[in-house]
């Protein structure tokens, strides 16, 4: 979180400028220029290149929350003064479409990420406006949000269509709650409401020519790939791009909540258990298809051809805090933490300068070939991409993990994930103070401080995770008895507290339902919410040679690797290859093993020591 406002929002703010050398370039704000009539120049980039600083701002809003930079903050003003000149006369933003095709407006739904791109425009508001109290930026979306609800809708006369990509429906969430206006919040629940029903939009688009030219790879569409086959009330399991269904489905939760919709919350949360119990990775990443980054089939999990997008682990993350939030149930933030712990923080090198898009289980670098199955995996994290929409995201992901941490209930405060901070919460009888304070997930103690605790008490409710065994608060050496309920220690508080909880995690093996095929017969090792991996560099090549012994014990061992970390020792052998020749493809030679110790570090930290194989998942030396 330290690194976002020191390292990683600079570092964004010059690949958005075009200032890393032989880094994708990204003309990001060089589209906000032309369109705002300050140089001439053509449009460059993704149609929805917009977004990159958006999230940038979004990322800036969080990060002068927590703390102040007025050399920042007059950046981000100067950025928000170009966007409000490119703003056309009727609130109309998007810079592709005033550049580049201004006769296209709003007949591309499919393809032209219109209704995306003003959705990011709108988190990024609210959030700059929630950091800062300035409402330029706010002003530029509403005014945006106002076209949006005299376009669309079910009305006549109104464009009765919904987003190719699903997001202007999180945007326009959080613009009803900051600025009251329902009119946003329906026109949300329109666009959620109307997808699937009836002939297909998109479809009809294509029909009338009106869309085709943007995504070549799009020519063979299919409802399904947008999750627009049907009502999303009737949808059963997670499918298509895997980003956009995340998105949806975080925007499904809280139109549920708002409207106490039981039927889309029911819905929210049979799509949930179909993602978590069947097709989502053991690091929390989902998407199984690198051609259409998109969800395939129950259990079909391939480590090293997998997309597993940061952008798609982000969007889960963010449906399942909603659904933690919504339903108190802690089981949800469990797989929030996998999700954050593992894959959004792979995506990123441990300096902030680079990152992942792509997130597999297994890398052997020489097979990750352009042209070929394997070509959206990198073996070594970029610099920049020219379809960027993931650093940005990792960004302003983190930069708000404030959000995650804690959450608000009528009386009482939710602790949900164990990261030190200190915060000033607002609730409804008062303003209460936290510090909390761990070196988890390598120690498993935590020490939350809670002051201003209001004169009628307060209840903490603290997650108790699924892995965690030998539970205990203490405060001042004594147990502290408290109500456990769906996963969450309640514990009145009567005055201020000085809580100390603790609990065992144990490193462990773990086994993939054999339904996954790509696992049968391995196994992968976790601690707490870390899942570990070996890398080329500790094990040697060729890491398919090796199998783990399961039945000897793990060692856990301190290392000041990374800033201070927990490495795992374990014991396996590897398969010999001195008895195979060079000329020799396949034989009849005997399977010889030898004993070999091997070490594991977590995954989330996998490629920052140059560029190798890794393994998730690993053999597993069966006997009997």
Sequence with gaps: MKLVGEAIIPYQWDAMNDRIPDAEPSHCLENFAVAAGRKKGEFYGAVFQ?????????????????????????????????????????????????IKEPDKRWKNLREGHELYTAGHMMEAATAYYQGTGKKKFLGVVEKLADLLCDTFGSEDGKIHGYPG???????LIKLFQVTGKRKYLDLAQYFID????????????????????????????????????????????????????????????????????????AACKRLWNNIVQRQMYITGGIGASGILERFTVDYDLPNDCNYAESCASIGLAM????????????????????????????????????????????????????????EHVKPTRQKWFG??????????????????????????LYVHLFISNEVCIEMETGEVKVSLETKFPFENLVRIKVSHVPDGGMTLAVRIPEY????????????LEYKEEKGYAYLALAQDADISISFEAPAKFVRANPKVRADCGK??????????????????????????????????????????????????????????????????????????????????????????????????LISG
Excluded at 559 to 576: A, C, D, P, Y
Aim: hydrophobic residues 40%; aromatic residues 10%.
């Design 50 to 98: 917009d977004t990159d600083i958006a999230k940038w701002l979004e990322a800036v809003g969080f990060s002068l929350a927590a703390e102040k930079n007025p050399e920042l903050e007059k950046t981000a003003d100067e950025v928000i003064d170009l966007i409000a000149e490119a703003q056309q006369e009727d609130g109309y933003l998007d810079t592709y479409f005033i």
């Design 165 to 171: 990509h699903q997001e202007v429906e999180i945007g």
């Design 194 to 265: 109307a997808r699937g029903t009836g002939e297909n939009y998109f479809l009809q688009e294509i029909s009338r020519g009106d869309s085709g030219n943007i995504f070549p790879e799009l020519s063979d569409y299919r409802p399904e790939y947008s999750q627009s086959d049907k009502p999303v009330r009737e949808q059963k399991a997670a499918e298509g791009h895997a980003v956009r269904a995340v998105y949806m489905y975080s925007a499904m939760a809280d139109l549920a909540y708002e409207y106490q919709d039981e039927e889309l919350m």
């Design 319 to 374: 449906f399942g805090i909603r659904m933690a939030n919504i339903t108190k149930d802690a089981s949800y933030i469990d797989t929030v933490e996998r999700a954050l712990y593992n894959t959004v923080l792979a995506g990123i090198a441990l300096d902030g300068k680079s990152f992942f898009y792509v997130n597999p289980l297994e890398v052997w670098p020489d097979n990750c070939m352009e042209r070929t199955s394997k």
């Design 387 to 412: 379809v960027a929409c993931c650093p940005p995201n990792i960004a302003r992901t983190l930069a708000s993990m404030g959000q995650y941490i804690y959450s608000v209930g009528e009386t009482a």
């Design 468 to 479: 965690a065994g030998m539970y205990q608060m203490t405060a001042k050496g004594q147990l």
């Design 523 to 620: 196994t992968a090792v976790v601690k707490g919410p870390l899942v570990y991996c070996l890398e080329e560099i500790d094990n040697g090549k060729n890491l398919a040679e090796l199998y783990v012994d399961t039945e000897k014990e793990i060692q856990e061992v301190p290392s000041e690797l990374f800033g201070g970390i927990t490495e795992l020792v374990l014991q396996g052998k590897r398969m010999e290859e001195s008895a195979w020749d060079e000329k020799v493809l396949y034989g009849e030679h005997p399977v010889k093993l030898s004993d070999v110790t091997l070490k594991a570090i977590p995954y989330a930290y996998w490629n920052n020591r140059g560029m190798g194989e890794m393994a998730v998942w690993v053999k597993e």
